[in-house]
């Protein structure tokens, strides 16, 4: 039998221990807030420069400065719990939500195999046809207070229902698309746009995307409008994606699984998109243009940045030789040309090289 010194050592240590693991849960989710929210970031700044001013105060004794930080300390847990409300809701929904209870872990595998190739073809058409198109997949946090500002519907997801939507022709076009599970909940509805700085190439939906994946763990589909590019919102993060991607991406969180498909780029994606500068440059999976400035990740280059001497340049230039890409560099159509240019190489004494390859390989397909 345990003793009553044991017992109450034994629950001293559990209070310990679910002390530590509920401070630890404040702490992610409190982080996750700040990170991926800039109006919360800005909040937190001044949060401790009042912090760092009353430290100041109480060191020199500036006691006026000191009782308006104690002040600003003193009230401003009430502040933050006002100016966070939202935030605040939403991690509460959180905890009392696990991902047990999503809607989509109630489908079988058929449907959600059915829901999956629905999204991708309707997303692929609206690229196709640059209509813009806004598309919420919800998850274990409700969105049922957005649910309540669009038309309600309760349909089964289709890929022609989907791009029938979004016609501009059509009434509900303006908005977004929630779907719970394998249905469409509403369309036509608003989300709060992110305060987050963004280029000035992405417009409401964009915002609109970015807002709700800040403040709920819902996955968002943006065609945009302008260009037919697809994009996903999740985590208050935009990552634009092809259609093997898209397809890719929706079997990992839909299936809870890794998918075998691997990236298969068609001619143009694979070469066409070619961007150049300061004499070097990458072939780039998803953006058929160059970015400007922006770092590409290792997942997003198929042939590495090269020079003179690069030992992809052969093959590269056995590509460009065949078919030179259409696209626009530093506002240059990108030419065999200019290649030559901005890495002083002559293709027409390279040409035996790359005949001498096609050779023993056979030739390749573009």
Known sequence: MLNYSTIQTIIQVLRMFFDIVFMWILLYYTI?????????????????????????????????????ADMFVTWGFLAVIIIFQPEIRGLLERLGKSSVFSRLNALSGNEREQLIDSLVNATMQLSESQTGALITLEQSHSLLDYIKTGTPMNSVVTSELLCSIFVTSTPLHDGAVIIQGDRIACASAYFPPTNMELP?????????????????????IIVSEETGKVSIAEEGKLTPVTRTKLHEYLHRMIMNQETDLKYEPTQEERWMPFAIKDGKGAIVEAEPEPIGDQPLSAKEIIAPAFNKESTSSDTLFRRFKKKPAKQFANGKLVTEELIEEKLSLDLTDDQSKIDDSDDKTGGEQT
Do not use: M
């Not at 420069?49 to 020199?60: E, G, M, R, Y």
């Not at 970015?210 to 996955?219: A, V, W, Y």
């Open 32 to 68: 996750r807030i700040v990170r991926n929210n800039s109006r919360t970031i800005q909040i937190f700044k001044g949060i401790i420069l009042v912090l760092f001013i009353k430290s100041i105060a109480t060191f020199f004794n500036f006691r006026t400065v000191a009782w308006l």
């Open 200 to 220: 000035s190439r992405y417009g409401a939906r964009h915002r609109a995307a970015i807002g709700i994946s800040e403040i709920t763990d819902s996955i968002t």
